[in-house]
């Protein structure tokens, strides 16, 4: 069902009873398998299985069928056997972290029943058998779940979420003795564009380098709007010199973008970025602040800049001069590590993303919408 075209049940009573009565109409059809997301920054999430006979890969890795963003599942981690009589199997793929059925290590193929409890790495799951009526349920909490993570302008993380995710985030990687890295970014002199052009033009510029910013990602980074014209981005497995060599891709991309739709005139759109890798012993907050720190510098060397932090505090440039020409767009994108090859053996299901909405932000519709508002 299209989360878009759904009633809202907070509506008119009838209109309430009306989306019951349709659901019900419809509950002639059997019941579908459905995993159910229940616990970490996916919760809400599900993955309605396909029709009988198919095979669905669960995993990190981007051929997977049902793609699960998160550094405790393996890239191929499970597979899930949908037999024509309606019995679902599960086989673990070797994953590193294993794979638990209510509590039991998975060990080859078993079958799963309704309710039962999956555990990939740190990630819940629940395997239910779901009418209509309980997916069009379930798809309004996801729905909500996807609001309340999301920015509205950029379509990026929100502090919300954030604040969610890091204390998992910064727990295991001293746990697991893993690099992690942190970008602080501000788009430079941002208060002369509203000022010159008006909110509307500066909004459409603040989603372009919201979408720059993450197309310049790998699938488990993550990238947050902090507020206003400030985002952050999480670095995982990253140490701070391949951090800095990020965070100064992402400032060409900014630099070298065409913003002629929300500017008429030609302005320099640049960012300045910090860089701090996670110490062992430091705090989430005392870390947070040691970018800031290191964004502050990049801004006071004259903008356009990406200034490093070592754990001792010292800054250092790492990329970025006080200006630079306008040679065209930087395309970034590069090999997937995640990529791993596999026979494709598999009934294909269009992939789901269990971690992140699977939709982007449209520029021209938030274009659109910018200009409509100010017209009204």
Not at 84 to 100: I, P, S
Not at 189 to 211: M, P, T, Y
Not at 338 to 366: H, K, M
């Amino acid at each position: 069902m299209n989360s878009h075209d759904e009633p809202s049940w907070d509506d008119e009573p009838t209109l309430g009873r009306s989306l019951t009565e349709s659901m019900l109409a419809l509950e002639g059809a059997p019941p579908r398998p459905v995993l159910l997301v229940e616990s970490g920054h996916a919760l809400g999430r599900y993955f309605t299985l396909p029709d009988a006979p198919c095979e669905v890969r669960v995993g990190r890795g981007r051929d997977a069928d049902c793609r699960v963003r998160d550094r405790s599942v393996s890239r191929s981690h499970v597979l899930l056997r949908i037999l024509a009589d309606g019995r679902v199997e599960l086989r673990d793929l070797d994953a590193l972290n294993g794979t638990w059925v209510n509590g039991r290590r998975l060990r080859g193929m078993d079958q799963v029943f309704d309710g039962d409890r999956v555990r990939l790495g740190d990630l819940d799951l629940r395997l239910a058998w779901m009418s209509n009526r309980d997916l069009a349920y379930q798809e309004r909490i996801a729905k909500q779940v996807r609001l309340a993570e999301r920015d509205a302008l950029t379509g990026l993380h929100n502090r919300n979420f954030l604040e969610e995710r890091l204390p998992d985030l910064i727990a295991a990687s001293k746990r697991e003795g893993r690099s992690l890295s942190l970008i602080t970014v501000d788009v430079d002199r941002f208060k002369s564009v509203n000022d010159r052009w008006g909110h509307g033009a500066g909004d459409i510029v603040l989603a372009q380098v919201a979408r720059l910013l993450g197309e310049g990602l790998r699938p488990e980074d993550i990238a947050v709007r902090a507020g206003g014209e400030e985002f952050w981005i999480l670095l995982p497995d990253t140490s701070s010199p391949r951090g800095s060599r990020v965070a100064d891709r992402l400032r060409l991309q900014v630099l070298r973008a065409d913003y002629s739709e929300a500017l008429p005139d030609p302005w320099p759109i640049t960012i300045s970025c910090g860089v701090a890798e996670l110490a062992h012993h430091e705090t989430g907050d005392a870390w947070m602040h040691r970018a800031d720190l290191a964004l502050y510098e990049a801004k006071r060397a004259g903008r356009n800049r990406v200034v490093a932090s070592d754990i001792d505090g010292t800054m250092a440039i790492a990329g970025g001069e006080a200006s630079e020409p306008n040679s065209g767009p930087m395309h970034l994108q590069g090999p997937d590590p995640d990529q791993t090859p596999s026979a494709d053996t598999t009934q294909r299901v269009e992939a789901l993303d269990l971690s992140l909405d699977d939709s982007e932000p449209d520029l021209a519709q938030t274009a659109e919408w910018i200009r409509a508002s100010l017209d009204s």
